[in-house]
């Protein structure tokens, strides 16, 4: 038995122990043929280093699995940060990386265009059949412009129902070339089981300057639409640094429009409604105008999109209410006007969806003392279509109450009159785009005809705007047409020539046969 102060086991487990605790894992001694109490503990050392490397082999291949998950959920969420998880397309981060790397990019590359979409009416897609339908038309619209670009464009969602296409080292007419194909692809109806929509875009097209950055690339072409946009939709523009200014100036006009409501810079002009027949005034259009200080008179053509744009719209329409339901009982106590006499305003789409305007309509009336079925609210066909369901509430309130409710411009918009028919609707107003036509000879008497029959076949009343001339004053009488007004008979009036008419004519004259 060796010597236990000299025993040379001892020394290398003292060394194996120190080995192990250094993580030399593989550290092993071999027993002697003694197999005495030293060669327990040796065997006992050869079991533990064993466990150990067992122990921490397994945790090792548990930490690489865990990292490589951890590396995966970090692609996965890069992946997620740049994609936009509706349609699966790149999104605005991922647009803007990408042209910035194009911009970034050395050598002789021609420069990057941006192509911007913009959907034209998919707010009328929400808001009539829901946003479920919506977002199976941004799907659709996604896979549609994929078809019409290169492998190395990109087609990105910007948010909402704006979408980009952006043209690497493109010219503007490969640019101009995709746009086209986006504008056709973009044409064709949406058919979608029950739905059948249309998602026209207004299209704005930015060649990249040198040493411009991506995000004023981006925000170019956003002007550049904006102004398709204002076009009549459904178009494509190239940027061109005028329309920044345009831009800038509409943005200060729509700012300055809020103080002019405010400031008393708004104004009423009245327009006679006149019964066909006899010449006699049946009421008075209330339209709005505004005095600018610097800028003259503005008409409402051009600040009411403004002010829906900036969500002025509902003072500025409840501002021309006040005012013209308290001018009009002036009016009331000052003369004798006919008991069907009435006066009409016209409502912007937005005031249809605000749940207070009943109640306004009503305080209103009640304030002045004025009977709810002398009031006729003008609303613009579009505007009566969409459906929704405050607006339902609205229509169906304002006509319990007893006010009438008229469709504005008719024949602008696309609704069948069998549609109409169905909303609480009791007159209807024929745009003058219809008779204007008539003048230039290319829209025959007959289509007239047929218009008015339909009205009536529909229980409704008619009323013709934009008449100019005495001849158009006869047709439509012979027609048995009752409603009309326009020029021929008077331009809107400020209030006091408003008066001094109401005062003098009871009749307005109705050619020069009469
Ligand atoms: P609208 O309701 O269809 O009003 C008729 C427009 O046709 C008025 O233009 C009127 O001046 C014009 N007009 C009338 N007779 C003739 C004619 O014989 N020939 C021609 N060429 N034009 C005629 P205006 O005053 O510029 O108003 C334009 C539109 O602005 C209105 O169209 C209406 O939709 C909107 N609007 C006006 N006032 C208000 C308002 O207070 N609130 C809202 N929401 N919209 C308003
Ligand atoms: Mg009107
Ligand atoms: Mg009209």
């Given at each position: 038995m060796p010597d236990k102060h000299t025993d040379p086991r001892l020394a290398m487990l003292v060394d194996g122990i120190v080995r192990l605790s250094r993580g030399d894992l593989s550290s092993r001694m071999k027993p002697s043929a003694a197999r005495d109490d030293v060669d327990a503990v040796i065997t006992g050392f050869n079991l533990l280093a064993e466990e150990l490397e067992l122990v921490h082999s397994d945790f090792e291949e548990r930490v690489a699995s865990r990292t490589a998950l951890l590396h995966q959920a970090h692609l996965d969420m890069r992946t997620m940060a740049m994609t936009d998880s509706l349609t699966g397309l790149d999104n605005r981060i991922a647009l803007l990386s990408k042209l910035e790397e194009e911009l970034a990019a050395e050598g002789d590359t021609p420069p990057a265009a941006v192509i911007l979409l913009d959907l034209d009416s998919f707010k009328d897609v929400n808001d009539s059949f829901g946003h479920d339908a919506g977002d199976r038309v941004l799907q659709e619209v996604a896979n549609r412009l994929v078809t019409v670009v290169r492998d190395c464009d990109t087609v990105a969602r910007l948010g909402g129902d704006e979408f980009a296409i952006l043209v690497p080292g493109g010219t503007l007419e490969i640019a101009l070339r995709i746009a086209n194909r986006a504008l056709a692809a973009l044409g064709d109806r949406i058919s979608l089981e029950e739905l059948n929509v249309f998602s026209r875009a207004s299209i704005g097209v930015r060649l990249a300057d040198p040493g411009q950055s991506a995000e004023s690339i981006l925000l170019d072409a956003d002007t550049a639409m904006y102004a398709a946009k204002r076009e009549g939709r459904s178009t494509i523009k190239v940027f061109e640094p005028l329309m920044l200014l345009q831009r800038q100036l509409r943005s200060q006009i729509a700012s300055e429009l809020r103080d002019a409501i405010r400031t008393n810079q708004l104004s009423i002009h009245y327009q006679p409604v006149v019964d066909l027949r006899d010449g006699r005034v049946l009421g008075l259009e209330a339209l709005v105008r505004w005095n600018h200080p610097t800028r003259g008179f503005i008409m409402p053509d051009e600040f009411i999109p403004l002010a829906e744009e900036i969500g002025a719209v509902v003072e500025l329409d409840r501002w021309v209410m006040a005012t013209a339901i308290e001018q009009y009982s002036m009016w009331r106590s000052e003369m004798s006007l006919d008991d069907d006499f009435q006066l009409r305003l016209n409502l912007s789409a937005?005031?249809?969806?605000?749940?207070?305007l009943v109640d306004y309509v009503r305080g209103l009336l009640r304030r002045f003392d004025i009977p709810p079925a002398a009031l006729v609210l003008e609303i613009t066909e579009t505007a009566l279509v969409t459906g929704g369901e405050v607006e339902t509430y609205s229509l169906l309130s304002l006509k319990q109450l007893g006010v009438c409710i008229e469709i504005d411009d008719f024949g602008t918009g696309y609704s069948s009159i069998s549609y109409l028919r169905k909303l609480p609707v009791s007159m209807v107003k024929v745009d003058r785009s219809l008779l204007s036509e008539l003048a230039t000879g290319s829209i025959q008497f007959g289509f007239i005809a047929a218009i008015l029959q339909l009205i009536r076949a529909a229980g409704l009343e008619a009323v013709f705007e934009g008449i100019e001339t005495p001849e158009q004053v006869q047709k439509l009488s012979e027609m048995g047409c009752i409603g009309g007004q326009g020029y021929y008979f008077s331009r809107p009036l400020p209030v006091e020539e408003t008066t001094s008419l109401l005062r003098s004519a009871a009749k307005l004259p109705l050619g020069p046969s009469q």
């Open positions: 937005v005031e249809l969806q605000q749940l207070d």
